[in-house]
C-alpha cells in the first residue's frame, strides 16, 4: 500500500489533476529549492502534482504494450516522487532531465518484472539482462566470445552467479499457448490429443539416467541443444565458449551417450 502523500498522488493522477495547485506563487526551482532545505511533505506533493503533465507524457510512450495506461501513470508517479525526493538543486542540473531518466527507469524496471514468468530476485534479473551487451561488446573487443570465467572478471559477478542468472533467464518472456510456432500450430490446439511419444517414455527415462553420467557442462550442453533446441551459436553464447568447442564437446557427449546407453540396455 502506499504512504498517504503517495495515495494522494495515485488518486490525483487517476482524476487526471494535471494542473498546479493554487496557493503558492514560486516557480518550480524556487519549489524545489525551498523543499529541499525544509522537506516538508505537503510541499513535496504540491510539486510532484505539478509535474503530473510529464508523468503522463511518458507514460503514454508505453502505452499499448500490454500495460494499463493507469498503472504506467501510477508507476511513473512513485518515479516522479523519488525525483523530486532525491533532487540537489545546488548540484545545478535541470530538473526535468533528471525526473524524465528517474520515472523512464521505474516505467523499464516495472515491464521487466512482469517479464518473468517465474520471479526472479532483483540482483539475479539486473545481471541476467546485463549479460547481452557485455558479451557483445567483449565479442567485439576480444575478436572472440569470451569464456565464463572472463566474463565474471567483466561484470564482478562470480561464475556462480553468471550460472544462476542464465538458469533464471530460462523464465524471461514465457510464451502464450495461443501463440502460433513455425509450422502455424500452437500449444493450445494439441492441449488433450495423445502423446504420440508415449511409446517412447521408457527410452526417455533410460536416457535420462544416462544424461546424468555426463560432466555437468557437457550435460547442459546437450540440454540446452536437444530440449531447448538452441543452435550451437547460441549455446556458445550461453556458456562461454566457441562454436567450435561446443561442436567438438556436443560430438564427445553423443559418443558417450550412445555408448552408455548401449551398456545399460
Known sequence: MLPAGRARIASALRAELVRPPPGRSQDLG???CEYACTRAQDLRDEIVV???PLVLQLA??????????????????????NAVERFDPGLGFAFGAYATSTIVGEIKRHFRDRAWSVRAPRPVQELYLGLGPVVDEMCQRLGRLPTVGEIALETGATEDDLAEALEAGHAYRFVSIDAPNAYGATLAQGLGDLDGELERSDDRIGLAAVLELLPERDRLIVRLRFMEDLTQSEIATRVGLSQMHVSRL???SLAELRSLYGSAS
Open 60 to 81: 503514454r510512450r508505453f502505452a499499448n504494450r500490454g500495460e494499463a495506461l493507469e498503472d504506467l501513470v501510477q508507476t511513473g508517479s512513485i518515479g516522479l516522487v
Open 50 to 52: 505539478s509535474q503530473m
Open 30 to 32: 524556487e519549489a524545489l
Open 250 to 252: 556436443l560430438a564427445r
